[in-house]
């Protein structure tokens, strides 16, 4: 493809020309997505969010029809393309769970308006959550290690002690549990891998020699699947309902994560608590408890 002809803003940048943002797939993505969603297409939808030429965009329109024939045809009344109801998506982008992560994306501040595919924009609220104020020292330091492989002296603030204290740790991945970031790191201090929030991560006192790493983490590469099911005290349409509300294929649903997380996953499925809940307020089962069982770690962060 020849790229001079988009006249593509990044050049004058400095920026590669054929960016993911800039390639032509990129662009057929976002015809997709928006046929698949707002149900309408102009040239002007394509100029405007990529920089590029009517004609490049009269080119990728041509393309993708190529690609998928019958899912756009033009409506010479309001001049744009609209979706036919024999539409079929051509690339995952256009998933259901892509546009709803796209808006909460936006509705809680993680991406501007004009960084997202999305065109029509529903109302939308999301519940609010306390807002976690993370160091960018401490973040861009703990980047660092685990892209080079070194050990962190840091000053960390624990549930079990009162007053700060320093620890070493080897930091290989991160992990988010819902609520909170966590790094996924070796403690010295321990012998064994353990999750640190990030928040409590007061400030990195120097570079340590590293201990065991990503490969040593056995937890982390261990798999394990919670076979989930509806509440057998429900009754039958409740449990219908159910099975909606978590997309379960003939009352159950397989779900797969990692040993490390299976806390916060038990916890945040409400699979943690006790006996005794109603039916109505743990509307989920674990059909294989004893399997997981055997799996569980029993603590939370450090």
């Known amino acids: 493809m020849n790229t001079q002809r988009e006249q593509n803003p990044a050049t004058a940048t400095g920026e590669p020309k054929t960016g993911s943002r800039w390639g032509q797939e990129r662009r057929l993505e976002f015809i997709d997505f928006r046929l698949q969603w707002d149900e309408r297409l102009n040239r002007s939808d394509i100029t405007d969010f990529f920089g590029i030429s009517v004609p490049q965009a009269s080119a990728d329109i041509a393309k993708y029809q190529e690609l998928r024939p019958e899912n756009m045809e033009y409506d010479r009344s309001s001049r744009v393309y609209v979706k036919t109801n024999?539409?079929?998506?051509?690339?995952?982008?256009?998933h259901p769970s892509r546009y709803l992560n796209e808006l909460l994306a936006t509705a809680t501040g993680l991406l501007p308006r004009d960084a997202t595919f999305v065109g029509?924009?529903?109302?939308?609220?999301?519940?609010?959550?306390?807002?976690?104020?993370?160091?960018?020292?401490?973040?861009?330091?703990?980047?660092?290690?685990?892209r080079e492989g070194k050990g962190l002296c840091i000053s960390y603030q624990s549930m079990s002690r009162t007053e700060p204290n320093s620890r070493v740790m080897t930091p290989h991945a991160l992990a988010f549990d819902?609520?909170?970031?966590?790094?996924?790191?070796?403690?010295?201090?321990r012998s064994r891998f353990l999750d640190f929030v990030i928040a409590r991560i007061l400030k990195v006192e120097g570079e340590e020699a590293a201990g065991l790493g990503h490969g040593d983490d056995e937890e982390w590469h261990t798999a394990v699947t919670l076979k989930l099911a509806p509440n057998p005290a429900l009754?039958?349409?409740?449990?219908?309902?159910?099975?909606?509300?978590?997309?379960?294929?003939?009352?159950?649903?397989?779900?797969?994560?990692?040993?490390?997380?299976?806390?916060?996953?038990?916890?945040?499925l409400g699979l943690d608590a006790t006996a005794g809940e109603t039916p109505e307020a743990q509307q989920i089962v674990l059909k294989n408890r004893a399997e997981v069982d055997r799996f569980r770690l029993d603590r939370a962060s450090e």
């Open 235 to 268: 009754s039958e349409a409740k449990r219908r309902v159910v099975e909606l509300d978590y997309g379960m294929v003939q009352g159950q649903l397989d779900l797969n994560c990692r040993q490390a997380l299976l806390f916060y996953t038990l916890k945040q």
């Open 120 to 146: 029509w924009w529903p109302s939308i609220a999301v519940s609010p959550l306390p807002s976690r104020v993370l160091d960018v020292d401490v973040l861009t330091a703990v980047l660092r290690a685990i």
């Open 178 to 189: 819902g609520f909170r970031w966590h790094v996924r790191a070796y403690c010295h201090t």
């Open 86 to 94: 024999r539409f079929s998506p051509q690339y995952p982008v256009s």
